[in-house]
């Protein structure tokens, strides 16, 4: 699932240390959606996902 994949990945990221130091909001769609997901990238990394939506009467690619 992608949920589990982006823990993999951020937690790669976040050992980059003052690499990525200034890293504050990560911006997601509505694939990472979901409460344990968004807690526990903030338990963990301290960072902040944010969920983009297209709006609903849009179809197909949306550049937000």
Do not use: Y
Not at 2 to 23: F, N, T
Not at 26 to 43: C, E, R, S, T
């Amino acid at each position: 699932p992608e949920r589990e994949g982006a823990k993999q990945v951020l937690q790669q990221v976040k050992q980059m240390g003052q690499g990525v130091s200034r890293l504050h909001t990560i911006w997601a769609d509505g694939g990472f959606d979901g409460n344990p997901f968004l807690m526990w990238v903030m338990d963990v990394c301290r960072w902040i996902v944010e969920v983009v939506l297209r709006p609903e009467q849009t179809k197909g690619f949306v550049l937000l």
